[in-house]
């Protein structure tokens, strides 16, 4: 909160400690207003004591009361910049955790529970921790003024206070426990949600008319969370109750001793009247306490939440810049395993030799796409080496010196020049380098024709620009690969949603698009398969044969019969 806004903090906490005292003044002008009356002559006459007691008390009142409207409004730009902090925080820890991190389930789990509980803790902590901070002044100010009165009347209010905190606390616990047991539960219901409502799955789920099949799984992951939920609550209230019958217990038990020591004229009647306020202030003032108090303990354990994850999310160093390849980049022996699988590469050994075109091809499920984000450093080998002209390659130097264009690539809804440039925000954007990259994948035409050129917006999430066809967006995301100037370049699929003749105009001359760069090209189109340099064949996460396209075919082993079997398709 200290962080977030220092003067905001500041004014908030006086604000709160304004309200505070001004609780304290109510009981003193009371006292003073009390004495006034029962000390006048007759019961007509209006001494100038009480019209000052009554103004004081006026003006203790409105203070009070306009406290209150501007500490909620405070607290609000308090609270959103405290959220937008935290959120910074867990944006940078998510986007720089390795690759291989949100594979895990438990990650996923964690991340879901931050952002459905953490992120909006923030907000009612920053008004609980003022609360309690005024709370606990206008409590300490209650009971000073309570002890002036009588100091019998204190430990009665106290020790009402021991059960009403456990009580709390306890149900602060059960809180923290239900989320964590709902957690998967509240994962499969986001999930079936954006499945029903995000527009890329729109057309699917009309197509398949699985509309009503998936309302159902959400009203059934719906009704299990209720069922968890309403017992959760039933708990919660009960506690609630429990807690609020003590501190009432406490209020009666004070007014009856109120009423005793009258009775036994250790008190007079303006003090009593007094004390009768100040102690249902006090209550008041124990309930904003024990209020804040709840809030807080229910926000600990789930803040420390926030806390490990920010901490556990290694964030890795920036990108350095990229490496020049002088003469191979190779694998040896690499092995991956997803975290809890069994390994999807098994000691994999390949090479990329400099300015060469090397293929990986394979069926479904070998391993092709798994082996690439090892080679783009985006997935640590779980053994094996990975070398650099023959020096050891980290993650990181990969990273920087290896570019990847992806099956799923992002359709980023921005301008098409933000779509290539993204790729290395690190240079200054010059014309030139955009629309070269651009024309290398074959779209620079198409984006110039736009409305607005290269500023036109892509996609109509955000606002109304101009969509793109499949083909399209993967040649803009072929842009940006090749935008990037990175020695080694991994394309999984480019062409995948191309049209023929886009895909011979691009494997017909995929050495001048590279231009010089060493490529790994990974596809299921033998017609692009076939004028790589070398090509590996993957089966069940192995390299099962290797050679060039005619050595290959004349082994007569996978890839010739893969081969055949296309080609066949063609000719038939
Ligand atoms: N995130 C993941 N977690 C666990 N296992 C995975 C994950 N991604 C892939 N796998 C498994 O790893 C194996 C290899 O998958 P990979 O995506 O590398 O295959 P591929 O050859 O690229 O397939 P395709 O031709 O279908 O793209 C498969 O058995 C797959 O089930």
Redesign the pocket.
């Known amino acids: 909160m200290w962080h977030a806004d220092r003067t905001g903090t500041v004014v908030a906490a006086a604000l709160q400690a304004l309200g505070a005292l001004s609780g304290i003044g109510v009981v003193l002008a009371s006292k003073l207003a009390l004495d006034a009356v029962l000390d006048a002559p007759s019961a007509s006459s209006v001494s100038g004591t009480l019209v000052l007691a009554l103004a004081v008390l006026a003006a203790v009142v409105a203070i009070s009361s306009s406290v209150g409207v501007l500490q909620s409004q405070q607290q609000r730009i308090l609270g959103e910049r405290v959220t937008q902090q935290m959120w910074r925080g867990v944006l940078r820890a998510c986007a720089g955790v390795p690759l291989v991190t949100w ?1 895990s389930t438990s990650f996923l789990d964690r991340l879901e529970r931050v952002r459905n509980n953490a992120l909006s803790r923030p907000a009612s902590v920053v008004s609980s921790v003022l609360g309690l901070a005024g709370g606990l002044v206008g409590l300490v100010g209650m009971v000073v003024a309570l002890a002036a009165l009588d100091p019998l009347l204190v430990p009665t209010l106290l020790v009402v206070a021991v059960p009403v905190v456990a009580l709390n606390r306890l149900s602060s616990r059960l809180e923290f426990r239900f989320a964590v047991r709902t957690n998967p539960l509240q994962r499969r219901r986001l999930y079936l949600k954006v499945v029903l409502i995000s527009r890329p799955n729109a057309a699917e789920v009309r197509a398949f008319g699985a509309a009503p099949h998936l309302l159902g799984r959400h009203g059934d992951a719906d009704a299990d969370y209720l069922a968890d939920l309403v017992p959760h609550v039933r708990r919660r209230q009960g506690l609630g109750l429990l807690s609020t019958l003590v501190s009432a217990l406490g209020l009666a038990a004070t007014l009856v001793l109120v009423v005793v020591l009258v009775q036994h004229g250790r008190l007079s009647l303006s003090e009593a009247g007094a004390a009768a306020i100040a102690a249902r202030l006090l209550g008041g003032q124990m309930t904003t306490t024990l209020t804040a108090m709840s809030t807080l303990n229910e926000a600990v354990p789930f803040l420390a939440d926030l806390e490990s994850f920010l901490d556990d999310a290694v964030t890795e160093e920036s990108l350095r810049p990229g490496r020049p390849l002088d003469r191979a980049l190779t694998l040896r022996d690499v092995s991956f395993a ?1 975290p809890d ?1 069994e390994p ?1 590469v098994r000691e994999v050994s390949i090479s990329l030799p400099r300015g060469s075109v090397v293929a990986l091809v ?10 690439a984000k090892v080679v783009a450093g985006l997935y640590a080998p779980t053994s094996g080496s990975v070398s650099w002209d023959d020096e050891p390659a980290a993650g990181h130097d990969l990273r920087a010196s290896v570019t990847v264009l992806f ?1 799923d690539f992002i359709r980023y809804q921005m301008s098409a020049r933000d779509n290539i440039v993204l790729a290395d925000t690190r240079r200054p954007v010059e014309e030139e380098h955009v629309r070269a990259a651009a024309r290398s994948a074959g779209i620079d035409e198409a984006l110039a024709a736009l409305p607005s050129g290269y500023d036109t917006m892509l996609g109509q999430e955000l606002e109304a620009g101009s969509d793109l066809s499949g083909g399209q967006w993967q040649r803009v995301a072929l842009a940006r690969a090749l935008y990037r100037d990175s020695a080694v370049v991994v394309l999984d699929e480019p062409t995948a949603a191309m049209d023929p003749r886009a895909e011979a105009a691009l494997f017909g001359d995929v050495r001048s698009m590279l231009a010089g760069r060493t490529a790994l090209l ?1 596809s ?1 189109r033998f017609s692009s398969v076939r004028s790589a340099d070398y090509i590996y064949v ?1 089966d069940a ?1 192995r390299v099962a044969e290797e050679g060039t396209h005619d050595e290959l075919v004349a082994l007569g082993g996978t890839y010739a019969e893969l081969y055949a079997l296309q080609a066949a398709a063609y000719l038939d």
């Open positions: 594979e997803y699988h999807a394979g069926e479904n499920g070998s391993g092709k796409t798994t082996l099956q990974i299921h993957m996460g």
